[in-house]
């Protein structure tokens, strides 16, 4: 019992699982359908993946009781068959109690599509791409800018991300009942505030002290540990999902199956980013921001406030992480460590495009958003996130200063 | 409300192998972060691989003792691959590599590719039968005083755990009086001078970040042995975090700072752990606005706090004058 905080002891014993039989019907006669892919997961984190036998049967055995998501991969169904009601990709819900082996039923028919070609695959796993690109590049972009004005590798900027999401869904599904869009306002309002705060209260005060880099990181992941419990103390462990939206049933663009907020989060983070692009570019107060990145004491030397830029680009980095929180959550779960959980593909796409860039991390973020999904051609799903993770460390082995990096950011 | 239930908590924690683990992984971190300089925030990634490489060489057939060298060997090249392509780089991109590698390895063995030989999130049990085996101690028995008492079989592994702290003590007090000892300090005080003397950075931190990964590997072979059972989730980045309050706590680049560090940091925890359990057991408004589970997140919560308040306002921790140490040199 000593050593409850490094190894708690996991309820092994009862074997909790979770399978079902694949099967469809013709001629009432029952088929087994062989090879599917089904993922079961929790707080959006995979457990395990299984195929299903020559007989359809599949089984995932679970670490213990609790709720699971368990979604079925509808591009590994053979050709001519397809799920009766294609919302039921996903069953987000199920619940399995002390030593349950729960079974749970994907309904399948004759697919009026046939099988899925190459081209609806690939189709499908772009948009997968682009969507993680575009929640990633909102979060990865204030990282950056962060970054590029004060030299500060901020881990704390994942709480950002969740406090975003989380603030949100109070405003949403707790007591005010907003809908969604509406709640992402003050949300993202809120911790464009909490950006500041952090900014002019927290930093601004270190900066002075002359605290040195390493040691300010150091407080960056003190931060983003108190902060995470603080989340969790009040929003608990559980991952929730918005009640708008949820479950909406996929269109069909070109041939391929489309959800459309997926693609609503496409296009709000394409919009919001060309947005930040012409601030940054045309704005003084972008200008100013840029010359800071650039060169500190000659910025300063100009003229320009360095202590109001950097607050502005505190607010400016949180608002955006906040929205990317939001639609992170909008498409996946929210919970109170999914900052955390995406916090190293943010590193990534910023390492690809070039710490302390803007528009490289924005091409970065979408690079590596592509390349997660698009790995799950080889890898299995469970192991997506560690395609995004070896971009950069090789992408570091390669050209450290990014696509778009100058080379004297390396030192 | 029981006083001594708490300080038993604490007191059984500080001499138990939760600490002798913590203290050996610090221990290793120091040299990494305390002497070095290095930013290692993957750190748990090094006693990950001493785990896994124990239990499965024991899971492929392997005697125990054949484990607990492959883990080490896997630590100090897991350093090797680690360090070469990202200790060249700046501070920063390090700090992000190895906490990203770190990440990779837990998804990896967690995956249900892996599971065939990492036994996947279940891991692996059963592996440390001999080494209980050799236990001197009735493993039933119970030995201490009053409430402070734990058992024979937690003993024998409080007895080894001891052991190999003061041997890594030792080594690394001998590593540092040592001329690659002070190119060290050197290199983390200022690496351009150290450089213009000739000295190949580069190399010592190198050896630096393996030596400390191989110390850190012993760390997590104790906590397996002691567990008997080893699984992905024991390795979640927050152990590293703890790790580095214990080294900052003690006073990074001090010989025993670690070992202080460890003790001091676990007493506080598990007293703490043990007060918010009783407090919201027994007083009343306590127990109405916070459940059991929300009880014990609050010393996560102190764990983040201490960590920014020591390196801003004593980054030399309790041991060491404020004259050297890493957060000064960056």
Do not use: C
């Amino acid at each position: 019992m000593l050593l409850i905080l490094a190894f708690p002891l996991v309820a092994l014993a009862q074997g909790e699982t979770i399978g079902g039989t694949l099967v469809y019907r013709t001629d009432g006669e029952r088929n087994p359908v062989e090879g599917v892919t089904i993922t079961v997961s929790q707080d959006g984190t995979p457990i395990g993946t299984a195929v299903s036998d020559a007989e359809g049967r599949w089984e995932v055995p679970l670490p213990g009781p609790g709720t699971y998501q368990v979604s079925l991969d509808p591009l590994t169904l053979p050709e001519g068959v397809a799920l009766t009601d294609p919302a039921q990709v996903e069953l987000s819900n199920v619940a399995v109690i002390g030593g349950q082996r729960r079974s749970v039923i994907f309904p399948l028919g004759e697919g009026a599509t046939g099988g899925v070609s190459t081209y609806v695959r690939l189709g499908a796993l772009l948009v997968a791409g682009l969507k993680l690109g575009a929640t990633i590049a909102l979060a990865a972009v204030g990282l950056s800018l962060i970054y590029g004005v004060t030299r500060l590798v901020n881990f704390a900027h994942a709480e950002l991300v969740t406090l975003g999401a989380v603030i949100a869904y109070l405003f949403h599904a707790g007591g005010p009942g907003w809908p969604l869009v509406v709640a992402a306002i003050p949300a993202v309002l809120i911790v464009a505030g909490f950006g500041w705060l952090q900014g002019r209260y927290l930093w601004q005060p270190l900066r002075k002290r002359g605290t040195a880099v390493l040691s300010l990181m150091v407080v960056s992941i003190g931060l983003s540990f108190a902060l995470r419990s603080v989340i969790q103390l009040f929003f608990g462990g559980l991952p929730v999902a918005y009640p708008d939206f949820a479950g909406q049933p996929a269109i069909d663009v070109l041939g391929i199956p489309m959800v459309p907020k997926h693609l609503a989060t496409i296009g709000v983070s394409i919009v919001v980013l060309l947005l930040v692009t012409q601030f940054l570019q045309r704005s003084r107060t972008g200008t100013a921001m840029r010359a800071v990145s650039d060169d500190r004491d000659l910025a300063e030397s100009s003229g320009i406030d360095v202590n109001r830029v950097i607050q502005v680009t505190w607010i400016l980095a949180a608002l955006l992480a906040a929205l990317g929180g939001v639609l992170y959550g909008l498409n996946e779960s929210i919970s109170y460590d999914m900052g955390f959980r995406i916090l190293l593909l943010l590193f990534a796409a910023v390492v690809l495009g070039g710490l302390g860039t803007a528009y490289g991390v924005m091409a970065g973020a979408f690079a590596v958003g592509i390349v997660v999904e698009m790995s799950t051609l080889w890898l299995p799903a469970e192991l997506k996130v560690v395609s995004g993770l070896v971009i950069l460390i090789a992408m570091l082995l390669i050209r450290p200063q990014g696509i778009f990096g100058a080379r004297e950011r390396i030192g | 409300m029981d006083w001594t239930q708490v300080l038993a908590a604490g007191v059984i924690a500080t001499i138990g192998p939760v600490t002798a683990g913590y203290a050996l992984s610090a221990i290793g971190l120091n040299l990494q972060f305390g002497y070095a300089g290095l930013l290692n925030f993957g750190h748990v990634a090094f006693m990950l691989v001493g785990a896994y490489g124990t239990a499965m060489t024991v899971e492929f057939g392997g005697p125990l003792w054949l484990g607990v060298i492959v883990g080490v060997v896997a630590a100090v090249l897991l350093g090797l691959l680690l360090g070469i392509p990202t200790l060249r780089l700046r501070a920063d991109y390090f700090a992000i590599t190895s906490i990203a590698a770190a990440e990779v390895l837990r998804l990896v063995v967690r995956s249900s590719w892996a599971e065939p030989q990492t036994g996947g999130v279940f891991g692996i049990q059963g592996f440390a039968t001999d080494f209980h085996r050799l236990n001197p101690f009735p493993a039933t028995e119970l030995y201490g005083i009053g409430q402070f008492v734990v058992t024979g079989r937690t003993l024998w592994v409080i007895v080894v755990g001891w052991i190999l702290v003061l041997i890594a003590t030792l080594f690394v007090a001998r590593l540092i009086r040592s001329p690659w000892g002070r190119v060290l300090k050197a290199i983390r005080e200022d690496e351009d001078a150290t450089r213009s003397f000739g000295k190949n950075v580069f190399a010592y931190k190198l050896q630096a970040l393996m030596i400390g990964g191989a110390i850190a590997s012993l760390a997590g072979i104790l906590f397996a042995l002691e567990q008997q059972s080893i699984y992905p989730g024991a390795f979640e980045p927050r152990i590293t975090f703890i790790l580095y309050v214990m080294v900052i706590l003690g006073g990074a680049g001090s010989i025993w700072g670690a070992v202080l560090g460890a003790a001091v940091f676990n007493f506080l925890f598990y007293a703490t752990d043990t007060l918010m359990a009783r407090l919201q057991a027994n007083v009343d408004w306590i127990g109405a606005i916070l459940s059991p589970a929300e009880a014990g997140l609050i010393k996560y919560f102190l764990v983040g706090i201490a960590l920014m308040l020591l390196i801003v306002y004593r980054p030399q921790g309790l041991l060491r004058s404020r004259d050297e140490g890493p957060a000064d040199a960056a």
